[in-house]
Every structure is written in structure tokens, then in C-alpha cells.
């Protein structure tokens, strides 16, 4: 079976950096994009960054505009979220994923298949 893993996560202060990582420790498949979602306490799981492997197109949600990248090798089914400049409104978990197809923004996390079970990163004022 697919089983991604997160690392990376941690704590942080307002203002800091953190780097994110997605690999898949399991059987091999193919994706047509990987992204990045986040869920702090009592909300919802929140988009935050993808990259498809067709052309490396990425879009990112408009909160970490200009502070997080995402980037990855998608032979290995791997992601990375670069997170700089960081608020403590960026503290969630945050959960990487991988779509097997795709359309439109690729924002909605019912596009996607496979999923990590998250790391903590948590961003202190």
C-alpha cells in the first residue's frame, strides 16, 4: 500500500523557517500532482501550496502566497513545502497528498487519493 510521510515539522517563532517533506515509504505508483493541506484545531483541512508534474505548474492558496514554495521529484513521489516568513496563524497540522488526476486549481482535497497523517508545526508570537 501508498504510505506517505511527513517530517519537518516543529516549533517555531513568528518569523522563521521551516521545510516540510513528503516521501512514500510504500508500494510505487504514479501521480499526477502533490500538495500540501493544513488543519488547525476545530476548522477544516485548508488547501495550502501543489505542484503537477505536467510542465512543474504550482498554485498556491493566497495566505502563503510569496512565503511557502512547493516543490518535488515526482519519480519518487516526493514533496517539499518551503515555509518562510512564518505566523502563528500557520500553525496546524499539515498534511501532504497525491492526486492520481487532475483539473481546474486542484484545491479541493477531494481531488486527492493518498494522504500522510500529518505533522505539527507550530508558529509562537
Known amino acids: 500500500q501508498v504510505q506517505l510521510v511527513e517530517s519537518g515539522g516543529g516549533l517555531v517563532q513568528a518569523g522563521g523557517s521551516l521545510r516540510l517533506s513528503c516521501a512514500n515509504s510504500g508500494r510505487t505508483f504514479t501521480s499526477y500532482a502533490m500538495g500540501w493541506f493544513r488543519q488547525a484545531p476545530g476548522t477544516e483541512r485548508q488547501f495550502v501550496a501543489r505542484?503537477?508534474?505536467?510542465?512543474?505548474?504550482?498554485y498556491y492558496a493566497d495566505s502563503v502566497k510569496g512565503r511557502f514554495t512547493i516543490s518535488g521529484d515526482d519519480a519518487r513521489n516526493t514533496v517539499y513545502l518551503q515555509m518562510n516568513s512564518l505566523k502563528p496563524e500557520d500553525t496546524a497540522v499539515y498534511f501532504c497528498?497525491?492526486?492520481?488526476?487532475?483539473?481546474?486549481?486542484?484545491?479541493?482535497?477531494?481531488?486527492?487519493?493518498?494522504w500522510g497523517q500529518g505533522t505539527q508545526v507550530t508558529v509562537s508570537s
Open positions: 497528498a497525491a492526486a492520481l488526476a487532475g483539473w481546474g486549481t486542484l484545491a479541493s482535497r477531494h481531488q486527492y487519493v493518498y
Open positions: 505542484v503537477t508534474w505536467s510542465g512543474n505548474s504550482t
